[in-house]
């Protein structure tokens, strides 16, 4: 029987999602399959950010503009953790996400990504938009102790 062992939360929405009031959100990637499949997976960098129990390490991602990105999110915490970073998400054409263990989802677009504690999903994408982007965990009160970042676009 197959079971899914790593929750991937993806809120994949085509449509717009939410109106926040605070401020304008930008609308995701038109292209992005085209962005994915034109880049050269050969010059992939890879960068990992770790969740434990209340940070991101470190708390300041910065990716470049158009280069083909492995993101490792590993969470070392002892509980689950969210890398929820929707504005960031619509600035980026997204390939996939991979479990090293189960397989991998293909989407255009993610909201937020929830990790399990002691486990690990990679974040395969090209940064498009420049700028700066919030990032948090969306668990009650884990912003709150400390969960909170910051990716960069450059
Ligand atoms: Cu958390």
């Known amino acids: 029987m197959q079971r899914i062992i790593l929750n991937l939360l993806l809120a994949a929405s085509i449509f ?9 959100h930008a609308n995701r990637i038109d292209n992005a399959g085209e962005r994915v499949a034109s880049a050269d997976w050969s010059k992939q960098v890879t960068v990992t950010v770790i969740m ?27 509980q689950k953790h969210y890398f929820t ?8 054409a997204t390939r996939k996400v991979q479990s090293n263990t189960d397989g991998e989802i293909k989407a255009p ?6 990790v399990y504690p ?3 999903l990679d974040l395969y994408f ?10 948090h965990c969306t668990i009650p009160g884990h912003s709150e102790l400390g969960m909170r970042g910051e990716i960069r676009i450059e």
Do not use: K, M, W
Not at 85 to 92: K, N, Q, W
């Open 52 to 78: 434990s129990d209340f940070a991101y390490s470190p708390e300041t991602l910065v990716f470049l503009e158009g280069v083909p990105t492995r993101l490792v999110i590993e969470n070392q915490g002892s």
């Open 16 to 24: 717009g999602l939410s109106s926040c009031g605070h401020h304008h």
């Open 85 to 92: 970073a929707e504005d960031f998400f619509r600035a980026i």
């Open 126 to 135: 090209v940064p498009i938009t420049r700028g700066a982007y919030p990032l």
């Open 109 to 114: 677009y993610f909201t937020a990504i929830e």
């Open 118 to 120: 002691g486990r690990s």
